[in-house]
C-alpha cells in the first residue's frame, strides 16, 4: 500500500536564512533526515545507507556525504558513532557507524554565511 508522507517544515529554515545558506546538497539532506525523523524528535538517532538514500529520495553518495558535513558546520545535525547491532554484549562493537541526530532548536538561530577560503593562484612571470 501507498502511504503519503508529509512533513512540516519548520517556518524558521526560511525565516531566519538556512535555505538562502545551505548548499543544495545540505537542503536535501537536512529534508531526508526531516522525513526519517517523521517528527519523534530530536533525540531520535538516524541512519540510512548510502543504498537506501539513493532508493528512497535519488541522492548520490556525494551529496549525501556533503550535505551532512555541512549540516553538521552549521550545527543543524551532530553525529555519534553507535555499533551496527546495539543488542550485542561485546567489549568491542566490531561494526560502527554514524548515527545522526537533527537539531530543530538551531533553526531559531539566525544563519550565518560562513565565507569559503578562495585560494586564487598566480601564475610565475617567466
Given at each position: ?14 525565516t ?59 550545527g ?51
Amino acid at each position: 500500500m501507498l502511504q503519503h508522507r508529509y512533513i512540516q517544515i519548520p517556518q524558521t529554515f526560511w525565516t531566519r536564512g538556512h535555505i538562502a545558506v545551505l548548499s543544495d546538497a545540505a537542503v536535501a539532506m537536512f529534508l531526508a533526515l526531516l522525513c526519517e525523523n517523521g517528527g519523534l524528535g530530536e533525540e531520535v538517532p538516524l541512519w540510512f545507507s548510502p543504498r537506501d538514500v539513493e532508493g528512497r529520495f535519488a541522492l548520490s553518495e556525494d551529496t549525501r556525504s556533503k550535505g551532512l558535513r555541512e549540516l553538521g558546520k552549521a550545527g543543524l545535525v551532530t553525529a555519534k558513532r553507535r555499533p551496527v547491532n546495539e543488542t550485542d554484549f561485546q567489549a568491542e562493537a566490531l561494526y560502527m557507524r554514524n548515527v545522526h541526530f537533527l537539531r530543530m532548536e538551531r533553526l531559531s538561530e539566525t544563519a550565518a554565511i560562513t565565507p569559503r577560503r578562495r585560494v586564487v593562484r598566480v601564475p610565475k612571470s617567466s
